[in-house]
């Protein structure tokens, strides 16, 4: 029960790391990939979900924490108050990043979408009508 919290807040940042590398590798967010933007596809809604997923579970291991705290040994929650303040600056800052690559990866993909409608396959995109 002591390490609960620790265990939903490791979750929360891996799931996290799951909606990053997502993006990163299918939104073309990384320079190498930029030529491949007309391929990019809308972002899915499982990875939608896997960040409120992130984001419910950052937010839940303090909680539990708070819950569970009066059962903890002295050190653990010692331990627990040492890392409290730098864990939330954490989750924070991944959640706020988890948003910034999600955002670009939506941008790369309503440009993709664009070129697709606009270019289709076989038509030439430097003749103009």
Do not use: N
């Given at each position: 029960?002591?390490?609960?919290?620790?265990?939903?807040?490791?979750?929360?940042?891996?799931?996290?790391?799951?909606?990053?590398?997502?993006?990163?590798?299918?939104?073309?967010?990384?320079?190498?990939?930029?030529?491949?933007?007309?391929?990019?596809?809308?972002?899915?809604?499982?990875?939608?979900?896997?960040?409120?997923?992130?984001?419910?579970?950052?937010?839940?291991?303090?909680?539990?924490?708070?819950?569970?705290?009066?059962d903890l040994s002295?050190?653990?929650?010692?331990?627990?108050?040492?890392?409290?303040?730098?864990?939330?600056?954490?989750?924070?800052?991944?959640?706020?990043?988890?948003?910034?690559?999600?955002?670009?990866?939506?941008?790369?993909?309503?440009?993709?979408?664009?070129?697709?409608?606009?270019?289709?396959?076989?038509?030439?995109?430097?003749?103009?009508?």
């Open positions: 029960m002591a390490f609960l919290p620790l265990g939903l807040w490791i979750f929360g940042f891996t799931s996290g790391l799951a909606v990053g590398a997502f993006c990163v590798v299918a939104g073309a967010v990384s320079p190498s990939a930029r030529s491949r933007i007309s391929e990019v596809r809308p972002v899915p809604w499982a990875m939608v979900l896997l960040h409120l997923v992130s984001a419910i579970v950052f937010a839940s291991s303090y909680a539990v924490y708070l819950l569970v705290r009066p002295a050190d653990v929650d010692a331990w627990y108050r040492s890392v409290g303040l730098v864990s939330a600056c954490v989750a924070v800052a991944a959640v706020g990043i988890q948003l910034a690559l999600l955002y670009v990866h939506a941008v790369h993909a309503m440009h993709g979408e664009m070129d697709r409608r606009l270019h289709p396959k076989g038509t030439d995109p430097s003749r103009r009508r």
